[in-house]
Protein backbone atom coordinates (compact mmCIF):
# COMPACT_ATOMS: atom_id res chain seq x y z
CA UNK A 1 0.00 0.00 0.00
CA UNK A 2 0.93 3.75 -0.18
CA UNK A 3 0.19 5.63 3.07
CA UNK A 4 0.09 9.39 4.27
CA UNK A 5 0.78 10.15 7.35
CA UNK A 6 0.25 13.49 8.92
CA UNK A 7 1.22 14.21 12.48
CA UNK A 8 2.66 16.73 15.12
CA UNK A 9 6.78 16.41 14.30
CA UNK A 10 7.42 17.29 18.20
CA UNK A 11 7.99 15.06 21.27
CA UNK A 12 4.03 14.34 22.18
CA UNK A 13 2.89 10.95 21.93
CA UNK A 14 1.08 10.80 18.94
CA UNK A 15 4.44 12.28 16.97
CA UNK A 16 5.92 9.40 18.04
CA UNK A 17 3.53 6.49 17.22
CA UNK A 18 2.92 8.17 13.57
CA UNK A 19 6.44 8.18 13.28
CA UNK A 20 7.31 4.60 14.69
CA UNK A 21 4.00 3.41 12.67
CA UNK A 22 5.20 4.54 9.64
CA UNK A 23 8.94 3.39 10.07
CA UNK A 24 7.39 -0.30 10.84
CA UNK A 25 4.96 0.02 7.64
CA UNK A 26 8.06 0.99 5.26
CA UNK A 27 9.73 -1.90 6.92
CA UNK A 28 7.16 -3.89 6.18
CA UNK A 29 6.99 -3.23 2.19
CA UNK A 30 4.70 -0.18 2.49
CA UNK A 31 5.69 3.38 0.80
CA UNK A 32 4.87 5.50 3.43
CA UNK A 33 5.26 9.58 2.94
CA UNK A 34 5.09 11.34 6.25
CA UNK A 35 3.57 15.01 5.48
CA UNK A 36 4.33 17.95 8.36
CA UNK A 37 5.87 21.70 9.22
CA UNK A 38 8.64 19.72 10.46
CA UNK A 39 11.06 16.30 9.98
CA UNK A 40 9.16 14.13 12.88
CA UNK A 41 11.08 13.71 16.15
CA UNK A 42 12.08 10.03 15.73
CA UNK A 43 12.34 10.61 12.10
CA UNK A 44 16.04 10.88 11.94
CA UNK A 45 17.04 9.93 8.89
CA UNK A 46 14.96 8.34 6.20
CA UNK A 47 14.85 4.17 5.78
CA UNK A 48 13.91 2.53 2.59
CA UNK A 49 10.30 3.63 0.85
CA UNK A 50 10.11 6.52 3.43
CA UNK A 51 10.29 10.10 2.36
CA UNK A 52 9.32 13.17 4.11
CA UNK A 53 7.05 16.28 2.34
CA UNK A 54 7.51 19.83 4.23
CA UNK A 55 4.70 22.30 4.42
CA UNK A 56 5.38 25.29 3.57
CA UNK A 57 4.99 28.31 5.94
CA UNK A 58 4.67 31.65 4.35
CA UNK A 59 4.12 34.47 6.07
CA UNK A 60 1.93 37.75 4.61
CA UNK A 61 1.07 41.02 5.78
CA UNK A 62 -2.51 40.62 5.36
CA UNK A 63 -3.08 36.89 7.05
CA UNK A 64 -2.15 38.26 11.18
CA UNK A 65 -2.59 34.38 11.81
CA UNK A 66 -1.47 32.13 8.86
CA UNK A 67 -3.90 29.62 7.79
CA UNK A 68 -1.86 26.48 8.35
CA UNK A 69 -4.78 23.88 7.78
CA UNK A 70 -5.38 25.36 4.46
CA UNK A 71 -2.10 25.07 3.57
CA UNK A 72 -1.49 21.03 4.54
CA UNK A 73 -4.72 19.99 3.04
CA UNK A 74 -3.56 21.42 -0.25
CA UNK A 75 0.10 20.26 0.60
CA UNK A 76 -2.01 16.87 1.43
CA UNK A 77 -3.65 16.75 -1.98
CA UNK A 78 -0.45 17.17 -3.65
CA UNK A 79 1.72 14.32 -1.91
CA UNK A 80 -1.73 12.20 -2.70
CA UNK A 81 -1.25 13.05 -5.95
CA UNK A 82 2.47 12.68 -6.68
CA UNK A 83 3.03 9.30 -4.71
CA UNK A 84 0.00 8.06 -5.53
CA UNK A 85 -1.52 7.50 -2.01
CA UNK A 86 -4.21 5.03 -1.35
CA UNK A 87 -4.47 6.24 2.04
CA UNK A 88 -4.12 9.26 4.00
CA UNK A 89 -3.20 8.19 7.99
CA UNK A 90 -4.04 11.64 9.99
CA UNK A 91 -2.61 11.13 14.09
CA UNK A 92 -5.12 14.18 15.97
CA UNK A 93 -8.02 15.43 15.09
CA UNK A 94 -7.04 19.13 15.26
CA UNK A 95 -6.16 20.10 12.63
CA UNK A 96 -4.91 16.57 10.66
CA UNK A 97 -8.51 14.79 10.72
CA UNK A 98 -9.87 18.07 8.82
CA UNK A 99 -7.37 18.52 6.64
CA UNK A 100 -7.08 15.39 5.81
CA UNK A 101 -10.83 15.44 4.52
CA UNK A 102 -10.18 18.76 2.74
CA UNK A 103 -7.70 16.83 0.57
CA UNK A 104 -9.96 13.81 -0.14
CA UNK A 105 -12.45 16.43 -1.80
CA UNK A 106 -9.67 18.04 -3.81
CA UNK A 107 -8.91 14.64 -5.06
CA UNK A 108 -12.29 13.41 -5.39
CA UNK A 109 -12.84 16.44 -7.64
CA UNK A 110 -10.26 14.73 -9.78
CA UNK A 111 -12.19 11.64 -9.53
CA UNK A 112 -9.48 10.02 -7.11
CA UNK A 113 -10.67 8.28 -3.94
CA UNK A 114 -8.46 8.72 -1.23
CA UNK A 115 -9.24 6.70 2.03
CA UNK A 116 -8.78 8.88 4.75
CA UNK A 117 -7.98 7.25 8.38
CA UNK A 118 -8.32 9.31 11.74
CA UNK A 119 -6.37 7.97 14.79
CA UNK A 120 -7.56 9.92 18.25
CA UNK A 121 -5.12 10.32 20.66
CA UNK A 122 -6.78 11.92 23.58
CA UNK A 123 -6.01 15.30 24.29
CA UNK A 124 -8.04 15.73 20.65
CA UNK A 125 -10.67 14.97 22.47
CA UNK A 126 -10.52 15.37 26.20
CA UNK A 127 -8.77 18.45 26.08
CA UNK A 128 -8.62 20.64 22.91
CA UNK A 129 -10.90 19.14 20.47
CA UNK A 130 -13.81 19.50 22.65
CA UNK A 131 -13.27 23.54 23.18
CA UNK A 132 -16.08 25.51 21.59
CA UNK A 133 -13.74 26.82 19.26
CA UNK A 134 -12.96 23.62 17.61
CA UNK A 135 -15.81 21.40 18.88
CA UNK A 136 -17.87 21.16 15.39
CA UNK A 137 -15.34 20.38 13.49
CA UNK A 138 -14.04 17.86 15.39
CA UNK A 139 -17.27 15.92 15.61
CA UNK A 140 -17.65 16.11 11.36
CA UNK A 141 -14.46 15.08 11.39
CA UNK A 142 -14.46 11.63 13.18
CA UNK A 143 -18.10 11.29 11.46
CA UNK A 144 -16.51 11.42 7.95
CA UNK A 145 -13.10 9.86 7.97
CA UNK A 146 -13.31 6.67 6.39
CA UNK A 147 -12.09 5.08 9.22
CA UNK A 148 -11.46 6.33 13.31
CA UNK A 149 -9.16 4.64 15.31
CA UNK A 150 -8.76 4.97 19.48
CA UNK A 151 -5.68 4.25 21.43
CA UNK A 152 -7.98 2.99 24.26
CA UNK A 153 -11.44 1.71 25.44
CA UNK A 154 -11.47 5.38 27.68
CA UNK A 155 -10.52 6.73 24.63
CA UNK A 156 -13.48 5.36 23.17
CA UNK A 157 -15.88 5.73 25.57
CA UNK A 158 -15.18 9.25 26.14
CA UNK A 159 -15.00 10.04 21.99
CA UNK A 160 -18.63 8.68 22.27
CA UNK A 161 -19.73 10.51 25.43
CA UNK A 162 -18.50 13.77 24.26
CA UNK A 163 -19.45 13.86 20.56
CA UNK A 164 -22.21 11.28 20.53
CA UNK A 165 -20.59 9.15 17.36
CA UNK A 166 -22.84 6.65 16.37
CA UNK A 167 -20.03 5.12 14.10
CA UNK A 168 -17.55 2.78 14.76
CA UNK A 169 -14.48 3.27 16.59
CA UNK A 170 -11.78 0.74 16.32
CA UNK A 171 -9.37 0.74 19.46
CA UNK A 172 -5.75 0.12 18.58
CA UNK A 173 -3.59 0.40 21.31
CA UNK A 174 0.26 2.39 21.43
CA UNK A 175 3.43 -0.24 20.89
CA UNK A 176 7.00 -0.64 21.66
CA UNK A 177 9.46 -2.27 20.27
CA UNK A 178 11.34 -5.34 22.58
CA UNK A 179 14.71 -4.73 21.12
CA UNK A 180 14.95 -0.90 21.13
CA UNK A 181 14.42 -1.79 25.24
CA UNK A 182 17.62 -3.66 25.58
CA UNK A 183 19.90 -1.22 24.88
CA UNK A 184 22.90 0.44 26.77
CA UNK A 185 22.21 2.65 29.31
CA UNK A 186 22.97 6.26 27.88
CA UNK A 187 26.48 8.15 29.24
CA UNK A 188 24.47 11.04 29.43
CA UNK A 189 22.78 9.95 32.55
CA UNK A 190 25.64 8.96 35.45
CA UNK A 191 25.75 5.67 37.04
CA UNK A 192 24.39 5.97 40.79
CA UNK A 193 26.96 7.26 43.22
CA UNK A 194 26.25 4.53 45.37
CA UNK A 195 24.78 0.71 45.01
CA UNK A 196 21.90 1.53 47.24
CA UNK A 197 20.63 4.98 45.28
CA UNK A 198 17.70 4.74 43.78
CA UNK A 199 16.89 6.61 40.07
CA UNK A 200 13.41 7.95 39.66
CA UNK A 201 12.46 9.29 36.19
CA UNK A 202 9.96 11.04 34.45
CA UNK A 203 9.61 11.86 30.78
CA UNK A 204 6.91 14.43 28.80
CA UNK A 205 6.15 17.57 27.47
CA UNK A 206 6.01 19.26 30.43
CA UNK A 207 2.34 20.69 30.08
CA UNK A 208 0.04 21.37 33.04
CA UNK A 209 -2.05 17.61 32.58
CA UNK A 210 1.72 15.91 33.17
CA UNK A 211 1.62 17.24 37.16
CA UNK A 212 4.77 18.46 37.31
CA UNK A 213 4.11 19.51 40.87
CA UNK A 214 3.08 15.95 41.98
CA UNK A 215 6.32 14.58 40.43
CA UNK A 216 8.41 16.87 42.54
CA UNK A 217 6.51 16.39 45.78
CA UNK A 218 6.60 12.77 45.40
CA UNK A 219 10.05 13.05 44.68
CA UNK A 220 10.28 15.20 47.84
CA UNK A 221 8.97 12.77 49.79
CA UNK A 222 10.90 9.54 48.33
CA UNK A 223 14.13 11.39 49.23
CA UNK A 224 13.43 12.22 52.61
CA UNK A 225 13.71 8.46 53.36
CA UNK A 226 15.36 7.05 50.21
CA UNK A 227 19.11 8.06 48.61
CA UNK A 228 17.83 9.05 45.44
CA UNK A 229 17.68 11.05 42.73
CA UNK A 230 15.06 12.35 40.05
CA UNK A 231 15.92 12.34 36.49
CA UNK A 232 13.22 14.74 34.38
CA UNK A 233 13.30 14.21 30.84
CA UNK A 234 12.01 16.41 27.91
CA UNK A 235 10.96 20.16 28.11
CA UNK A 236 7.60 22.47 28.18
CA UNK A 237 5.79 24.88 30.03
CA UNK A 238 5.74 23.59 33.45
CA UNK A 239 9.81 22.89 33.15
CA UNK A 240 10.23 25.89 35.24
CA UNK A 241 8.00 25.22 37.72
CA UNK A 242 9.68 22.15 38.69
CA UNK A 243 13.10 23.97 38.88
CA UNK A 244 11.25 26.34 41.78
CA UNK A 245 10.00 23.30 43.50
CA UNK A 246 13.28 21.82 43.45
CA UNK A 247 14.40 24.85 44.86
CA UNK A 248 11.54 25.36 47.34
CA UNK A 249 12.23 21.72 48.58
CA UNK A 250 16.05 22.18 48.92
CA UNK A 251 16.70 19.14 46.41
CA UNK A 252 18.00 20.88 43.80
CA UNK A 253 21.20 19.13 43.29
CA UNK A 254 19.63 15.91 43.37
CA UNK A 255 17.09 16.90 40.14
CA UNK A 256 18.57 16.11 36.71
CA UNK A 257 16.86 18.06 33.44
CA UNK A 258 17.65 16.20 30.49
CA UNK A 259 15.66 18.27 28.10
CA UNK A 260 13.94 16.62 25.20
CA UNK A 261 15.78 13.69 23.30
CA UNK A 262 14.71 11.05 20.48
CA UNK A 263 15.18 8.11 22.09
CA UNK A 264 14.45 7.26 25.63
CA UNK A 265 14.64 3.59 25.71
CA UNK A 266 18.43 3.97 27.09
CA UNK A 267 17.60 6.77 29.37
CA UNK A 268 14.69 4.63 30.88
CA UNK A 269 17.87 1.88 31.25
CA UNK A 270 19.35 3.77 34.01
CA UNK A 271 15.95 3.80 35.67
CA UNK A 272 14.75 2.39 39.15
CA UNK A 273 10.83 3.63 39.23
CA UNK A 274 8.74 6.00 36.89
CA UNK A 275 6.70 8.30 37.87
CA UNK A 276 3.36 9.65 35.93
CA UNK A 277 0.89 11.38 38.03
CA UNK A 278 -1.02 13.17 35.05
CA UNK A 279 -4.49 14.26 35.35
CA UNK A 280 -5.28 12.50 32.41
CA UNK A 281 -4.30 10.50 30.40
CA UNK A 282 -6.08 8.34 27.20
CA UNK A 283 -3.00 5.53 27.05
CA UNK A 284 0.44 6.91 28.48
CA UNK A 285 2.89 5.61 26.00
CA UNK A 286 5.63 6.48 28.02
CA UNK A 287 4.54 4.41 31.07
CA UNK A 288 4.69 1.43 28.50
CA UNK A 289 7.97 2.60 27.31
CA UNK A 290 8.87 2.44 30.92
CA UNK A 291 7.54 -1.05 31.17
CA UNK A 292 8.99 -2.39 28.21
CA UNK A 293 12.42 -1.50 30.11
CA UNK A 294 11.22 -3.27 32.93
CA UNK A 295 10.63 -0.42 35.19
CA UNK A 296 8.04 -0.39 37.40
CA UNK A 297 5.59 2.73 37.33
CA UNK A 298 3.63 4.58 39.76
CA UNK A 299 0.79 6.44 37.87
CA UNK A 300 -2.65 7.73 38.57
CA UNK A 301 -5.97 5.96 38.36
CA UNK A 302 -7.19 8.42 35.64
CA UNK A 303 -8.12 7.82 31.64
CA UNK A 304 -6.87 4.87 29.78
CA UNK A 305 -3.96 4.27 32.28
CA UNK A 306 -5.30 1.07 34.01
CA UNK A 307 -5.24 -0.31 30.55
CA UNK A 308 -1.97 -0.03 30.83
CA UNK A 309 -1.07 -0.85 33.83
CA UNK A 310 -1.64 -3.07 36.34
CA UNK A 311 -2.35 -1.93 40.20
CA UNK A 312 0.22 -4.00 42.33
CA UNK A 313 1.41 -6.01 39.35
CA UNK A 314 3.21 -3.98 37.15
CA UNK A 315 3.14 -0.60 39.04
CA UNK A 316 0.80 1.13 41.54
CA UNK A 317 -2.36 3.18 40.53
CA UNK A 318 -3.67 6.04 42.80
CA UNK A 319 -6.30 8.90 42.42
CA UNK A 320 -5.26 11.86 40.91
CA UNK A 321 -3.06 14.56 43.24
CA UNK A 322 -3.36 11.75 45.99
CA UNK A 323 1.15 12.58 46.43
CA UNK A 324 1.16 10.23 49.91
CA UNK A 325 -0.27 6.92 48.20
CA UNK A 326 2.14 7.51 45.06
CA UNK A 327 5.01 8.01 47.33
CA UNK A 328 4.34 5.22 50.24
CA UNK A 329 3.91 3.07 46.96
CA UNK A 330 7.46 4.50 45.73
CA UNK A 331 9.23 4.01 48.78
CA UNK A 332 7.64 0.54 49.76
CA UNK A 333 8.42 -0.43 46.15
CA UNK A 334 12.40 0.53 46.33
CA UNK A 335 12.86 -0.45 49.84
CA UNK A 336 11.95 -4.19 48.85
CA UNK A 337 14.06 -5.21 46.14
CA UNK A 338 12.55 -8.60 46.12
CA UNK A 339 9.29 -7.18 45.13
CA UNK A 340 10.71 -4.36 42.83
CA UNK A 341 12.69 -7.31 40.64
CA UNK A 342 9.37 -8.96 40.43
CA UNK A 343 7.52 -6.12 39.39
CA UNK A 344 10.13 -4.99 37.04
CA UNK A 345 9.91 -8.48 35.69
CA UNK A 346 6.06 -8.81 35.09
CA UNK A 347 5.84 -4.91 33.71
CA UNK A 348 8.12 -5.90 30.97
CA UNK A 349 6.63 -8.84 29.95
CA UNK A 350 3.24 -7.46 30.05
CA UNK A 351 4.70 -4.99 27.58
CA UNK A 352 5.58 -7.58 25.56
CA UNK A 353 2.40 -9.70 25.38
CA UNK A 354 0.01 -7.00 24.99
CA UNK A 355 1.66 -4.15 23.23
CA UNK A 356 4.81 -5.43 20.89
CA UNK A 357 4.70 -3.75 17.34
CA UNK A 358 4.70 -7.13 15.93
CA UNK A 359 0.82 -7.40 17.72
CA UNK A 360 -0.26 -3.70 16.83
CA UNK A 361 0.80 -2.80 13.46
CA UNK A 362 -1.20 -5.66 11.90
CA UNK A 363 -4.52 -3.83 13.17
CA UNK A 364 -3.52 -0.77 11.43
CA UNK A 365 -3.15 -2.66 7.75
CA UNK A 366 -6.14 -4.49 8.34
CA UNK A 367 -7.90 -1.17 8.79
CA UNK A 368 -6.17 0.23 5.92
CA UNK A 369 -7.30 -2.74 3.96
CA UNK A 370 -11.03 -2.63 5.08
CA UNK A 371 -10.81 1.20 4.33
CA UNK A 372 -9.82 0.42 0.72
CA UNK A 373 -12.47 -2.16 0.27
CA UNK A 374 -15.61 0.15 1.45
O1 LIG B 1 0.54 13.41 26.42
C1 LIG B 1 0.55 14.40 25.72
O2 LIG B 1 0.33 15.51 26.16
C2 LIG B 1 0.89 14.26 24.26
C3 LIG B 1 -0.24 13.61 23.55
C4 LIG B 1 -0.09 13.75 22.05
O3 LIG B 1 -1.13 13.78 21.44
O4 LIG B 1 0.99 13.84 21.51
O5 LIG B 1 -0.31 12.24 23.96
C5 LIG B 1 -1.53 11.56 23.75
O6 LIG B 1 -1.25 10.56 22.79
C6 LIG B 1 -0.42 9.49 23.22
C7 LIG B 1 -0.19 8.55 22.05
O7 LIG B 1 -1.37 7.96 21.64
C8 LIG B 1 -1.04 8.79 24.43
O8 LIG B 1 -0.22 7.72 24.85
C9 LIG B 1 -1.19 9.82 25.55
O9 LIG B 1 -1.81 9.21 26.66
C10 LIG B 1 -2.03 10.99 25.07
N1 LIG B 1 -2.02 12.04 26.10
C11 LIG B 1 -3.10 12.35 26.82
O10 LIG B 1 -4.18 11.80 26.69
C12 LIG B 1 -2.89 13.42 27.84
Not at 114 to 133: C, E, F, M, Q
Not at 352 to 365: A, G, T
Amino acid sequence: MRIGICCYPSHGGSGVVATELGKHLANGGHEVAFISYAAPLRLTELPPRVSFHEVEIEQYPLLKHFPYTLALASKLAEVAEIKELDVLHAHYAIPFGAAALLAKQILRDRDRDLKVVLTLHGTDITLVGNNASFKPVTKMTIENADAVTVVSRFLKEETIRQFDIQRELAIIYNFIDPERHELEPCPCIPQCNANSQKTIMHISNFRPVKRIRDVIAIFAKISEVLDSRLILVGDGPDALVAREMGQEFGIHDRINFIGIVDRVAPLLARADLFLLPSSTESFGLVALEAMASGVPVIASNVGGIPEVIEHERTGFLAPVGDVDAMSAYAIDLLQNEKKHRKFGMEAQEQARLKFDYRLIVPQYEDLYKRALNS
